[in-house]
């Protein structure tokens, strides 16, 4: 485990004119890091739109379904939307909405999804108080069950129960603010993120440790905190801080889209933050 606690951001503060100049993308989270209380926080919107102005290239990073990635990347100051823990990407392109998915076999993601349905049905049955996340419907190559956000939160003892049934069946879990995800396949957010960024951003895999920054603040974003150096969370993930083998680099004084907007204002500057 990474023993080290995350630094305030203050410490971005100072470091931001060092870190600044070779900065090209800043990804983040959704739920708990964009939101505040399921809302999307207006200085959490504002903060992107600065991002962008400044000439960083904006990736949301998401567990939320395909369709939920579909309306941020139409709606939201982002260059992509990475749904459902990394299965697949989506950006706006001159003919359209263009989509990159992590496993690139139609017949395998249809076997997948064939499994995950297999899958669901006997998690269902094995946990009668399971209840399958309300955007399920709009997932592809995803299975998502309602943690904590429309139904009193589950314990954890019983998640965790949850996620070892999934992981013998050969899935891969995780848990975020609000969902217990299980998929097949061996993509995360990290993973897909990195392949993003040198796809569609036109940046490298070697220039990737000091050219993205990213923000989350659960579990599902602990990929993208022990792939990427620049990292920082909200203030939230301090309550879940000892559970994480990789640790955010920097962490926020605030909770939610408050406490991203803190962060890209200390990444940024007094110069080209508003």
């Known amino acids: 485990m990474d023993d080290a606690r995350p630094e305030p951001l203050a410490s971005l503060a100072a470091a931001s004119t060092a870190l600044r100049p070779r900065l090209r993308v800043l990804a983040t989270d959704v739920d708990g890091t964009l939101t505040t209380a399921g809302v999307l926080a207006p200085e959490a919107l504002e903060a992107l739109a600065q991002a962008r102005a400044a000439g960083l290239r ?33 950006r706006r392109g001159p003919g359209g909405l263009e989509r990159w998915w ?35 419907p709009w997932r592809l190559r995803d299975l998502a069950f ?76 602990e990929p993208l905190f022990a792939a990427f150096a620049l990292s920082a969370a909200v203030a939230a993930t301090a309550r879940v801080l000892d559970q994480f083998t990789h640790r955010p680099r920097w962490i926020a004084e605030r909770d939610g889209g408050e406490g991203f907007a803190d962060v890209v204002r200390a990444l940024l500057g007094p110069d080209e933050a508003r």
């Open 58 to 90: 904006t990736v949301a990073v998401t567990g939320r379904s395909a369709g939920f990635a579909d309306a941020l990347v139409r709606l939201l100051p982002l260059d992509a939307a990475i749904a459902e823990n990394g299965a697949l990407a989506l």
């Open 102 to 136: 992590a496993e690139a076999d139609a017949d395998r993601r249809a076997q997948d999804a064939r499994r995950l349905e297999a899958l669901r049905d006997a998690m269902l049955r094995a946990f009668p108080d399971a209840r399958l996340a309300s955007d399920q």
């Open 146 to 221: 309602d943690v904590g956000e429309e139904r009193a939160p589950l314990a954890a003892s019983r998640i965790a129960e949850m996620r070892a049934f999934a992981e013998a069946a050969g899935a891969r879990t995780t848990v975020s603010s609000v969902h217990l995800h299980a998929w097949f396949g061996g993509h995360d957010k990290a993973t897909a993120l990195a392949e993003v960024c040198a796809l569609w951003l036109g940046v490298g895999r070697a220039d990737q440790a000091h050219a993205v920054f990213v923000t989350g603040d659960s579990l599902n974003d």
